[in-house]
């Protein structure tokens, strides 16, 4: 990648910050446009982020990606936000317009295009079961009611997250069904044989845990069990629902959906989504890293 005086720079604010892969994926896909753009790593602290967002408009950067802690205060000082960010309360990724400052969210439309492309699956007038409340899953929750999946069940060990989802959402959204199961009732309570799409959301399987008590071979033949989770690139919900022949997905899909729409958000360009997966796979592939 050649460095001159024409140079856009993107990057991402977060604390910390070591562990992100997305200056891997972005400058793979600059590098193959060959376009003049780079993506670099910026560690900010948390009482440093106004003045962060600040710098730039100062320092002209074409966008940035934000992600923990600064998803949800990055908002207060923005110009806009988009109706996705607003309802998600949170975002991914900033686009400096003329010095205006823009706010999106791309991990649920990263999600649903990963559903749509992937998978072919849309998820207009489906029934979804979706595991875990936290910042992943509301934007994901967000995503599927704005694309008018017909019910959504949300399941989270802990109650007053899940309830308090449904009861924010489901009068912006009549025309979809939303309730809560605590994850313990699942099987006593969700009838699997009903439901298109099963999410996991939770960060359970990251270190190689299974879902106790998830009745996977009730699920109809032809539904989908997409687990948001890319490290490990296979946890044991998808080696579970492999096994019975259902349609699976890792967390890689969402992971490069929403790092393309960000990409042409600064750009207008679109990315290879292969030249990103594969730097991205040798990233996750390497020792201490992923
Ligand atoms: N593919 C992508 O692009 C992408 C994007 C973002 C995140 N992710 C992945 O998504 C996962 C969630 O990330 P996040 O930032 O939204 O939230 P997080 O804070 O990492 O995860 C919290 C969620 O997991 C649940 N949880 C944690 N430990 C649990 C356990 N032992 N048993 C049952 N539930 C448990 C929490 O339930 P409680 O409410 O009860 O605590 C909550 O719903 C992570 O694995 C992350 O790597 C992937």
Redesign the pocket.
Known sequence: MEISGKTKIVGIFGYPVKHTLSPIMHNAAFTDLGIPYVYLPFEVKPENLKEAIAAIRVLRLAGINLT?PHKIEAIRYLDEITREGELIGSINTIQNKDGKLIGHNT?GK??VASLKEDLGFNPKDKHVLL?????????ILVELLLQGAKSIVIS???VS??IGLVQEFSKKFSKSTLSFTP?SDLKKKVSFSQIDLLI???????KG?EFPDLPLPSLPPASIVYD????PLKTKLIEAADRLGLVTK??????LH?GSLSFQIWTQRRPSLKIMQNAIIEAINKPGEG
């Not at 996991?200 to 990251?206: A, I, R, Y």
């Not at 948001?228 to 490290?231: L, T």
């Open positions: 923990v991990d990263g999600f595991l875990g409340a936290s910042g992943s899953g509301r934007a989270n060990r802990t997250r899940g994850l996991n959301s939770t960060s359970l399987g990251m845990e948001i989770i890319y490290s890792n967390g890689l899909g969402m992971l929403q």
